[in-house]
């Protein structure tokens, strides 16, 4: 009787096993959603954000919920939040998103802008400090992020913000990395 079993995908594809550990293989789930061309991602930054003034995304979510990760990231003292239901008299400009899987063809059901001009936050859903310091000597900034995933629901909007609050100019940095299920 042999100790090894042999599994064997539909596809015909075999299941490697590491010869050192005798263990399966595998890509976590995200990894393979890219290799799927299901993951997307999109950015904004400004080198020179003045004291208070802040970066902006606006969210307006498909037909499928959005699986959300956000990070913010600020040369100095500053807030990052995350609000939903929020309301806007003009949505922005259109923000490049990227399929992570350059070779795919697939495209999101969401769309996200820069620059909206808010009338409403919305219900503030997180929020975070992005320390750094702030005055003349404001350096270290570091990023903030909703852990692991926010999941927005399907037809809602949201509003992403990083505000400066170092009391100069320092850069401000918005990522936002998805897929849709």
Not at 10 to 39: N, R
Not at 41 to 59: F, P, Q
Not at 67 to 95: D, M, N, P, Q, Y
């Amino acid at each position: 009787m042999s100790k090894y079993v042999n599994i064997i995908s539909e596809d015909g594809h075999v299941v490697d096993i590491d010869p050192v550990y005798d263990a399966i293989i595998s890509i976590d789930p995200i990894h393979h959603l890219i290799h799927e061309g299901k993951f997307f991602g999109t950015h904004m930054y400004d080198i020179a954000v003045s004291n208070n003034g802040k970066l902006e995304m606006y969210i307006a979510t498909g037909s499928s919920p959005m699986h959300v990760r956000v990070t913010g990231i600020a040369g100095g003292f500053g807030t990052l939040e995350i609000f939903e239901g929020s309301t806007v008299s003009s949505t922005g400009s259109a923000l490049t998103i990227a399929n992570r899987n350059r070779l795919s063809s697939n495209t999101p059901d969401c769309t996200v802008y820069s620059g909206p001009t808010v009338t409403g936050d919305g219900t503030t859903i997180y929020r975070t400090l992005t320390t750094g310091g702030t005055g003349p000597q404001s350096t270290g900034g570091v990023s903030g992020s909703g852990y692991e995933e926010y999941i927005f629901n399907p037809s809602e909007v949201y509003l992403v913000r990083i505000t400066n609050m170092a009391g100069n100019n320092q850069p401000l940095s918005l990522e936002l990395n998805f897929y849709e299920v």
